[in-house]
C-alpha cells in the first residue's frame, strides 16, 4: 500500500461527494425507489418518521435538480411547491 489511513479515507460514495451530515442519518430510501406508485407510497412511509425529513425537504427544495423521491416528495410535487410559492 501507499502507507494510506484506511480510517481517514472516507467511508461511502456520499463522503466523497461532500453531502451534508445529517444525510447519514436519513432512511436510504433511494436505495430502491424506482417512481413507479408502489415504490412511491413505500418510499412516503418511510419518509413519514425518517429522523431528518425537515432538512432532507429544505435541502431538495433548495436543489431543482434532484431527482427521485426526498422528504416524501416527488420531483413533480416539489416542482408544483416551487410554483405555488412563486405565485
Known amino acids: ?5 484506511a480510517a ?10 461532500g453531502r451534508p451530515d445529517w444525510q447519514q442519518d436519513g432512511q436510504g430510501v433511494r436505495a430502491w425507489f424506482s417512481g413507479a406508485q408502489e415504490t412511491v407510497d413505500k418510499a412516503r412511509a418511510v419518509c413519514g418518521d425518517c ?7 429544505r435541502y431538495a427544495m433548495d436543489d431543482p435538480d434532484l431527482v427521485g423521491m426526498w422528504a416524501g416528495f416527488t ?13
Open 1 to 5: 500500500m501507499l502507507g494510506l489511513d
Open 8 to 17: 481517514a479515507l472516507p467511508e461511502s460514495l456520499e463522503d466523497w461527494l
Open 51 to 57: 429522523p431528518v425529513r425537515e432538512e432532507c425537504y
Open 75 to 87: 420531483e413533480k410535487e416539489r416542482r408544483e411547491i416551487r410554483r405555488a410559492r412563486v405565485a
